[in-house]
């Protein structure tokens, strides 16, 4: 299939066309080529607090699917291993434990919480036993603010990802944060994932589609600004609605920023509000169907549901509705791509951009 192309100059591109987010190829090309090999968001560091804290995760749930375990191991160091066993495969750790090591219960192998094979029953005087992939394989993991991270093969360090973040946020207690699961949902919608994060990145449809949001945003003063690997919005508050107080020597100093929204490649979010941060995954499930997970992280309660972050829930409902609406759109057989409008789309443009530099080289020569 014929790379996607993005004109670097925002004035004369055209977007990407609707058979990127209709095709099912495409939606399997994106699977390897972008989400293979991108950092996903896994955990928080408060679900491994002590050493021998083992936590099975799955990376990227519906899409990738990659069974993983996360381990502390006796020095407080994290690990990503493979949670399949080099034997024949059985999940070596199927629940939260706090452990001195791993077994797999099917033929009892046993690794250590660094993944190599300390005993294999059955194994004795069997030559050339064990070898490197008789370990647990290791992926490469890394955290931000307690954040936790992984990737089957990074395009890039995962400091690239977060480079620009602490410069507008790093003030703030991140590390305090706990997470509310009664704020803390997932939506399904029926509509492809580039298409939510195209959304998301452009403020042009926020006074049509959110009017709540519109009244606590000075709209004419939303901005955003662009990022190695990502992108921000930047919301100035509307009159005296809820604002962060920043502090002297910050980028922003002198304004009253309701919120700032982070896209970071290729599908999360974090949406840094004063009481805290909603962080959006975005999960690819299948051609037009998408699982978004949001999970709050409140370090001051008093403020939530002030301002800008007024009935997210809403404003979600409302994103849902018009981005599924745009879906049925891609698959017209008219549609070629539209223009970007260059004040309000320059996040937009700038994920296509980093989408079609990703997809380039050695894209499949299948017809199309």
């Known amino acids: 299939m014929k790379p996607p192309e993005i004109h670097p100059d925002i004035a004369a591109a055209r977007s990407l066309p ?27 560091e408060d679900e491994l607090p002590v050493s021998g804290a083992c936590l099975p995760v799955t ?21 990503a291993l493979s949670n399949v066993c080099t034997h024949r495969g059985a999940l070596v750790c199927e629940q939260a434990a706090v452990l001195p090591g791993l077994r797999c219960r099917y033929h009892g192998r046993r690794f250590d919480l660094a993944g190599r094979l300390i005993s294999a029953p059955g194994f004795d005087g069997v030559p050339a036993f064990p070898t490197d992939a008789d370990h647990l394989p290791a ?17 890039f360090p995962l400091s690239d990802l977060m480079a620009g973040i602490d410069a507008r946020v790093g003030f703030l207690p ?4 706990l997470l509310d699961r009664a704020r803390s949902r ?19 449809h926020i006074p049509f589609v959110h009017p709540g949001l519109a009244a606590a945003l000075d709209v004419r003063s939303y901005r955003t600004e662009l990022l190695p690997w990502g992108s921000v919005q930047v919301g100035v508050a509307s009159g005296g609605d809820c604002a962060f107080e920043l502090p002297p020597g910050h980028p922003d100093f002198g304004q009253r920023i309701a919120a700032y929204y982070f896209w970071l490649f290729p599908n999360l ?20 169907r998408t699982r978004v997970s949001f999970l ?34 891609m698959r017209s057989r008219l549609y070629r791509g539209g223009r970007y409008a260059p004040r309000h789309e320059s996040g937009t443009h700038h994920f296509h951009r980093l989408l079609a530099g990703v997809l380039s080289p050695a894209i499949d020569a299948s017809p199309g």
């Open 18 to 44: 609707g058979n990127f987010h209709a095709d099912p190829r495409w939606f399997e090309i994106v699977r390897e080529r972008v989400f293979a090999c991108s950092w996903q968001l896994i955990a928080h």
């Open 59 to 79: 990376l990227l749930q519906g899409l990738l699917d990659e069974p993983l375990i996360l381990t502390r191991g006796g020095e407080g160091t994290l690990h």
């Open 139 to 155: 992926v490469p993991v890394a955290t931000w603010r307690k954040l936790v991270f992984a990737s089957l093969s990074p395009l």
């Open 174 to 177: 991140f590390e305090r944060a």
């Open 186 to 204: 997932d939506y399904d919608v029926a509509a492809g994932w580039g298409l939510y994060c195209d959304n998301y990145l452009e403020g042009l």
């Open 269 to 288: 979010m974090l949406n840094v509000y004063p009481w805290g941060v909603s962080v959006n995954i975005v999960r690819p499930l299948a051609v037009g």
């Open 296 to 329: 709050s992280y409140v370090w001051d309660p008093a403020l939530v549901d002030k301002g800008a972050s007024a009935d997210l829930d809403r404003v979600e409902r409302e994103d849902e509705a018009v981005v599924e609406s745009v879906q049925r759109g």
